[in-house]
């Protein structure tokens, strides 16, 4: 395609330091788009059969998006797609603002990583010119105090994505960050540290076109001023956090390790009571502004991002009403670069453990917020043995303890749960269990199905596939163009809208049919490769606790997943995908998907 894209990604060996360039392959463009789309196919093609994630030969591919650089609203996003060193299976995590932007400029559609750098090492990209520079100064940093120090050497036109000790450590759920975002799921950070690799500069002048500028101006100053309407407002508001007190009254809310569905001191934590020391801002190229920034009083000069998935997995999920120990966690793990989410799984299950008696961890507890600040630097050290066990994960971390506390280690395929309680959300139930990522609203998106008019959340009965279907579609386009997900209550249709951008921008043709028939494409690339990497049906199920304790004491009570109705909808799901009863692509869908080469 001539627009939208420069048609080449830069492969760079960091054990030979050799780098080329590479065509892409414009039918590859035209199936995968950009992005987690993409991002898929450059690893099927990039590698064969199972690997270790963290062996040299792994690959850690940044891919943009042929949206990067327009004037599109949330549009300046990028994906880093690798093996996770967490679930063993696919994972492609996104982040956003001006690293996107530098990244696209250097020339490059994409930026594939193989090998490993003999030392602590910071890589700088301008361009076609690739340089290798020393890190041992950068190594043992935050991320943040890395990227910036290594941008004062290279010079401000440069863009830093950089890793804290948490990935260099080897921490299964460490992150990638920039600019204060985050690739925050499924442990990219650990790749990126097994390769010694500490930050990534970008830099360039190499701009892209657009099929048709003027009309394009037109669309997006258009979809701007819709971005301030109603669907956006509570995210201008109070942010993602806003959902806390919402979810708590629908009894959707995990608390104390999914054994209750609402948490009795929502309100000392909600977002709310923390209003006075609030303050905003955005990522580049948006005009919706959900990030709000809150001063811990201890320390009103270290002002910290707070989400939804920090609040619950630091907060409720760990029984902590404290919002200072909040607030100290999640700096803390933003600034050591660990998942939120997971790293507050792992603790939360830990202390089931302790109360159980099944482990000796000195008196852990719900509740106890000392405790867990003291036992995250143990998980990002490593240096204590609960501390390096958590750092594994909980589905690891469960099958060395046994003594049955698999049944509530609470992940699928090895990623631990967001905020979302699958036993009163059933629809995102079944999503959960079938994703390629594991549990993972941001990929299924089917909590958006739960809510929908005329849908019982509790029993979504036979629409419960195809609304899976639907939503994991949506999700698919969405990450590969990338858009914020927060756009979509904006668009009237959404695969119509997401068709009309990508004709403005490459001037090919779309419409919303082939945008879905791309998106069942882009899953079904995704279940190719997890089943090179050993992927079985089994995996797509979710924890015991869900289908053994049932919700209590809320709007949701006696809400409870049922084994067989659950086996039902993945049959469904299957079937619909046109997977074969064990979830495996046909040879109708690898046809009708021309996903031949990467069997």
């Given at each position: 395609m001539k627009f939208g894209y420069h048609g080449r990604y830069l492969r760079i060996d960091l054990s030979t330091r050799e780098s080329r360039a590479v065509e892409i392959d414009p039918k590859r463009l035209d199936r995968f788009l950009g992005g987690a789309g993409l991002g898929t196919a450059l690893l099927l093609e990039e590698t064969s059969g199972c690997y270790d994630a963290l062996g040299p030969e792994a690959p850690l591919i940044f891919v943009f998006s042929p949206l990067v650089g327009s004037p599109l609203t949330t549009s300046a996003k990028f994906s880093i797609v690798a093996k996770s060193p967490l679930t063993h299976r696919i994972n492609d995590s996104l982040s956003s603002s001006h690293f996107a932007i530098a990244g696209k400029r250097t020339g490059f559609d994409a930026i594939c990583l193989v090998g490993a750098c003999p030392g602590p090492t910071a890589l700088v990209i301008r361009n076609d010119t690739v340089m290798?520079?020393?890190?041992?100064?950068?190594?043992?940093?935050?991320?943040?105090?890395?990227?910036?120090?290594?941008?004062?050497?290279?010079?401000?036109?440069?863009?830093?994505?950089?890793?804290?000790?948490?990935?260099?450590?080897?921490?299964?759920?460490?992150?990638?960050?920039?600019?204060?975002?985050?690739?925050?799921?499924?442990?990219?950070?650990?790749?990126?540290?097994?390769?010694?690799?500490?930050?990534?500069?970008?830099?360039?002048?190499?701009?892209?076109?657009?099929?048709?500028?003027?009309?394009?101006?037109?669309?997006?100053?258009?979809?701007?001023?819709?971005?301030?309407?109603?669907?956006?407002?509570?995210?201008?508001?109070?942010?993602?956090?806003?959902?806390?007190?919402?979810?708590?009254?629908?009894?959707?809310?995990?608390?104390?390790?999914?054994?209750?569905?609402?948490?009795?001191?929502?309100?000392?934590?909600?977002?709310?009571?923390?209003?006075?020391?609030?303050?905003?801002?955005?990522?580049?190229?948006?005009?919706?502004?959900?990030?709000?920034?809150?001063?811990?009083?201890?320390?009103?000069?270290?002002?910290?991002?707070?989400?939804?998935?920090?609040?619950?997995?630091?907060?409720?999920?760990?029984?902590?009403?404290?919002?200072?120990?909040?607030?100290?966690?999640?700096?803390?793990?933003?600034?050591?670069?660990?998942?939120?989410?997971?790293?507050?799984?792992?603790?939360?299950?830990?202390?089931?453990?302790?109360?159980?008696?099944?482990?000796?961890?000195?008196g852990l507890s719900f509740g106890d917020g000392k405790k867990l600040l003291v036992l995250l630097q143990a998980i990002v050290s490593r240096e204590t043995d609960l501390g390096d066990l958590l750092s594994q994960g909980v589905r690891a971390a469960s099958r060395k303890i046994g003594q049955g506390s698999e049944e509530f280690a609470i992940h699928v395929k090895g990623l631990e749960f967001p905020g979302y309680d699958p036993r009163s959300l059933q629809t995102m139930a079944l999503g959960f269990a079938v994703g390629a990522r594991g549990a993972d609203h941001n990929k299924s998106g089917a909590y958006q199905a739960d809510f929908s008019p005329g849908v019982d959340r509790l029993n979504p009965g036979n629409r419960a596939a195809q609304m899976a279907v639907e939503t994991e579609d949506e999700a698919s386009i969405m990450d590969s163009l990338i858009l914020c997900k927060f756009l979509r209550g904006v668009f009237e249709d959404r695969m119509s809208s997401m068709a009309t951008m990508l004709e403005l921008v490459t001037g090919a043709n779309f419409n919303s049919e082939s945008l879905k028939e791309r998106a069942a494409g882009i899953v079904t690339a995704k279940k190719l490769f997890n089943i090179r990497q050993g992927w079985t049906a089994a995996e797509d199920t979710l924890p015991d606790r869900f289908f053994n304790l049932p919700v209590r004491g809320t709007p949701s009570d006696g809400a409870i997943l049922n084994r067989e109705v659950l086996r039902n909808q993945i049959q469904a799901y299957y079937s619909l995908r046109k997977w074969s009863p064990s979830g495996v692509p046909t040879e109708d869908a690898l046809k009708r998907h021309e996903l031949n080469w990467a069997t």
């Open positions: 290798f520079e020393d890190a041992q100064d950068l190594w043992g940093l935050s991320s943040e105090q890395a990227s910036e120090r290594f941008r004062r050497q290279v010079g401000s036109s440069f863009r830093v994505a950089a890793i804290g000790p948490a990935g260099e450590n080897g921490v299964r759920y460490a992150t990638i960050s920039n600019e204060g975002r985050h690739a925050g799921r499924g442990g990219l950070g650990a790749v990126m540290g097994s390769k010694r690799l500490k930050a990534l500069a970008v830099s360039g002048d190499q701009l892209t076109e657009f099929a048709a500028p003027k009309e394009l101006i037109a669309y997006s100053k258009n979809l701007s001023e819709r971005s301030f309407g109603e669907a956006t407002a509570k995210y201008r508001e109070l942010g993602t956090v806003s959902n806390l007190l919402t979810f708590n009254r629908l009894g959707t809310l995990p608390t104390r390790n999914f054994q209750e569905s609402s948490f009795s001191d929502a309100e000392a934590i909600a977002p709310e009571s923390l209003s006075a020391t609030r303050t905003r801002s955005s990522c580049a190229a948006c005009t919706i502004g959900c990030e709000h920034i809150f001063a811990p009083q201890k320390d009103r000069s270290s002002p910290v991002r707070m989400e939804y998935e920090n609040l619950y997995a630091l907060g409720p999920m760990c029984g902590i009403n404290d919002p200072e120990v909040i607030l100290e966690a999640s700096s803390y793990c933003d600034a050591a670069g660990i998942d939120t989410v997971s790293a507050g799984v792992c603790i939360a299950f830990a202390m089931e453990c302790s109360e159980r008696g099944l482990i000796e961890a000195d």
